[in-house]
Every structure is written in C-alpha cells, then in structure tokens.
C-alpha cells in the first residue's frame, strides 16, 4: 500500500500560515513603525470606527499587543515548519498534527481570541491527521 499524501493538510496549514502573516505580521509592522502621533491621528480613529474603544494609553496597549502578536506569530510559524517537514518526510504519522494544533492554540492565545478564524486553519489540519486514513489505493 502507498502512504497517504498530506497535500490537503499542507494546503490548509499554508493557507492559515499566510493569513496569520499578513494579518499578525501587518498589525505589529504597522504598530511599531508608527510613532505615537501617528497612532493617534491615524490608527486609533480605525480602531474606534472598529468598536475598539481603548482605555487608558491607548498607543501602549497597542504596542502591548502588537508584541504579543509578533512573538505568536514567531511560535506559529516555527511549529508549523516542523509539522510541514515531518508531514513531507513521514506522512503517515498522525502524531504529526498535534505540532499544528500547538500552532493553533498559539494563534488563539497568542492574539488573545481575536483571530480565531486563522486558528481553525492549524486546528483543521491537525484534525486530518487524526482522521484521515494512513494507507491509500488498494493493497495489491
């Protein structure tokens, strides 16, 4: 029997790594590239317009957040490459998703909640590799 092909869940574990770059990565570069004159003027009305109504330094808090995203988004891509590199050398692992769903639960704790849309990319392809067969084709 050939061992299965895990392209789908390299699929949806690249898929849930891009948005979790451009939406993690362009939040904290925009963040810390601002000064905080900047962030008044321009970020803090589209987060208001948003129904984010910070309290208290609002561009702290920002820059707060903004570390705790790049540092997620570091533990996310570093468990997502160890899992694509175990799924493309040994697909017929299933204890391989557990490095995705380690990267979900990044991404949720990470972002404190808020993408967990992203998430359930790492947490989809974590539940492929405990579903789906290990074996393909017929055994002649």
Known sequence: MKPVSRRPEKWISGIGLALAGLLQGGFTLTVNASSEAEFT????PALQSA?????????EGARTLAGWFGFSLILILALCAV???IASRRPERRSTGW????AGL???LGTQFVLYPVAFFFF?????FAVRSTQQGSPS
């Open 124 to 128: 989809l392809t974590a539940a492929l």
């Open 83 to 85: 899992g694509l590199f």
């Open 41 to 44: 003027e321009k970020i803090l």
């Open 99 to 102: 490095w995705f769903a380690g």
């Open 51 to 59: 129904g984010i109504h910070p309290t208290g330094d609002a561009y």
């Open 106 to 108: 990044a991404c949720l």
